[in-house]
């Protein structure tokens, strides 16, 4: 924390750092997208054993998955 203090990205006067703080956030996002992208996967797995179903539940499905990691991504 002392490094902190002498760092020019900290800010004194509301005691944080918005260089780490974006740091952690991108480093959340990453962590998401990709736990995400399994979870597509596993969906797409699933939804590809079971042919009776309608393909544009399927393509609902994978598409509410796809636009959140996109916007994680920041696309």
């Known amino acids: 924390m002392s490094k902190c203090l002498e760092c020019g ?5 509301k005691h944080y750092c918005p260089f780490y703080c974006q740091l952690i956030r ?3 996002d990453e962590a998401i997208s990709f ?3 399994q979870t597509r996967a596993e969906i797409e797995d699933l939804l590809s054993s079971y042919g009776y179903l ?7 499905v994978l598409g509410i998955i ?6 994680l991504k920041g696309e």
Do not use: F, P, Q, R
Not at 54 to 60: A, I, L, S, V, Y
Not at 66 to 71: L, N, P, W
């Open 9 to 13: 990205y900290y800010d004194k006067e």
């Open 26 to 28: 991108e480093t959340l």
């Open 35 to 37: 736990e995400l992208e």
């Open 54 to 60: 309608d393909m544009h539940t399927n393509d609902d």
């Open 66 to 71: 796809d636009k959140h990691i996109a916007e």
